[in-house]
């Protein structure tokens, strides 16, 4: 039987699919120069940039489940004269497991939903996530134009969130990021200080609580071995190695810097330690990033100011989207610079396995839009990721995707049964287009696929419902099914 100790519930909107592929490399690595001369077939790369739809800015990443997640501000005209950044508004998250098809999981959070704020002023938001619950920490003036940190949540990585209906007590500041380091989450942020007249830009740190919405301790200011941190602060960890990354966006040619250190707390780049630059200023707009490793490899997200949209409206360092390229390490553990490039990165395998080339491809079951029945989403062991449970004779799940190809796709489900299992229909709209047997596989954590062909018709937001009929209390647990185009 299911689970019943860890349930959620989730709904992902509408996906759309980004990052175009082209061909040819044109980064100055040598990894990617190698396969240039020793290929014949032209890589499949993302672009730069990654996100051409809407102005997705301060890209957030993180890797969930096998999926990288991009979470972004978005650049709206301003509604003041104070600054160009004052429109600000209605954050987007993006997924992909490819690194060259981004989905836009559309609007996650906007200032209208946050009762304690102001109107715009949704800056550089930082994501995090804890057990079976998603956070967006993000900086948004309040209604006395104070800068504080918003905390929101979901049940999905895909939102859409919900603001907890107050800000972080005590601090004030922009740019949130949290580091998750075992059981432990860190809090970090960018605020001021006024020391002789001049306002100087301190990085701050603090653990938060268990119930991620406060403050665990007093902040601390981050020694980082230098003087030129304006904002946009990064951290990650490789082995024992803590690298607090951050902007300078007053530097020339360099932005990005980094230093290391052995604590999340600090101090870095001191005595046996090392520090200095990774990101160059980028085109037409100043560096804020976010570093990963995913499929084997590390990348470096980065904006630019220099895109002209389908509108024509020019690219500034207030109107950025968000752009990828490759991080490298030197043999004494310190970051390369990184090479901004129009071509962007090769197209990867996911960690988990293939991923299924065309849309809708490889879809999460527990990513529906809606369900009947009382189906929960659940942890369970040997999923990719989580999966569905308290799947009853008669109960349905609803996916929203996108199909760019009329014809006979072929359907596999992943999928686990201790009990005599069940029938899967699937139906596009109002229209069954086919149907398959999933016995039993002698327990809930026993994970086995079964495949049948479904004739689908092109669209985007297609509707897409899977209904389940079988005997007995419940049926089978649902991990993921790929789509794939015959």
């Not at 990021?177 to 701050?204: A, C, F, R």
């Not at 696929?449 to 647990?477: H, I, M, P, S, W």
């Amino acid at each position: 039987m299911p689970s019943r100790t860890r349930l959620l519930a989730a709904a992902v909107g509408a996906v759309t699919v980004f990052g175009m592929a082209v061909a040819g490399i044109t980064s100055a690595n040598a990894d990617q120069q190698q396969a240039v001369r020793t290929s014949t077939a032209a890589a499949v790369t993302s672009g730069n940039p990654i996100v051409k739809d809407i102005r997705g800015a301060d890209p957030d990443v993180h890797v969930w489940d096998g999926t990288v997640w991009m979470y972004t501000s978005q650049d709206q005209p301003p509604i003041d004269s104070t600054t160009n950044y004052s429109g600000m508004d209605g954050y987007h998250v993006f997924s992909s497991t490819d690194m060259v098809n981004w989905k836009d999981h559309g609007e996650i959070l906007h200032s209208r939903d946050v009762s304690w704020g102001s109107r715009g002023y949704m800056w550089a938001p930082g994501a995090a996530r804890k057990g079976t619950t998603n956070y967006l920490f993000y900086p948004h003036k309040d209604k006395s134009g104070v800068w504080r940190i918003g905390v929101s949540t979901a049940n999905s990585p895909a939102g859409p969130f919900k603001d907890i209906g107050s800000h972080i007590p005590n601090i004030s500041g922009i740019d949130p990021m949290v580091l998750q380091d075992g059981s432990n989450y860190y809090l970090y942020w960018s605020g001021w200080k006024n020391e002789g007249g001049q306002t100087k830009h301190i990085p701050y740190v603090a653990k938060l609580k268990s119930n991620m919405t406060e403050l665990a301790e007093s902040p601390r200011a981050v020694n980082y071995g230098a003087t030129n941190h304006k904002e946009g602060i990064f951290v990650f960890k490789k082995g024992s190695t803590y690298y607090f990354t951050y902007t300078d966006w007053q530097g020339n040619p360099d932005q990005g810097f980094w230093a290391t250190g052995s604590s999340p707390y600090g101090p870095f780049g001191g005595a046996g330690q090392l520090k200095g630059a990774v990101g160059p200023r980028p085109a037409g707009a100043q560096d804020h990033h976010s570093i990963i490793e995913y499929a084997g490899k590390w990348y470096y997200f980065y904006h630019v100011g220099n895109y002209t949209n389908a509108a024509g409206q020019s690219g500034a360092g207030y109107r950025r989207n968000a752009s990828v390229d490759y991080l490298h390490f030197r043999s004494d553990g310190g970051l390369q610079k990184v090479v901004h490039t129009t071509t962007g990165v090769n197209q990867v395998t996911s960690p988990d396995g293939d991923t299924p080339p065309g849309d809708p491809g490889r879809i999460q079951a527990e990513d529906f839009t809606s369900q009947t029945g009382g189906i929960r989403i659940e942890t369970t062991a040997g999923a990719d990721g989580r999966s569905i449970g308290y799947v009853t004779d008669g109960s349905s799940v609803t996916y929203e995707v996108d199909v760019t190809a009329t014809g006979r796709h072929q359907v596999t489900f992943r999928y686990a049964s201790a009990a005599a299992g069940g029938r899967i229909s699937v139906k596009q709209g109002q229209t069954q287009v086919g149907t398959t047997t999933a016995a039993g596989t002698g327990a809930w954590t026993a994970w086995r696929t079964v495949t049948t062909d479904v004739d689908l018709k092109a669209g985007t937001k297609q509707r897409l419902t899977l209904t389940f009929e079988g005997d007995g209390d419940y049926l089978l647990n649902l991990d993921l099914l790929d789509i794939v185009r015959r």
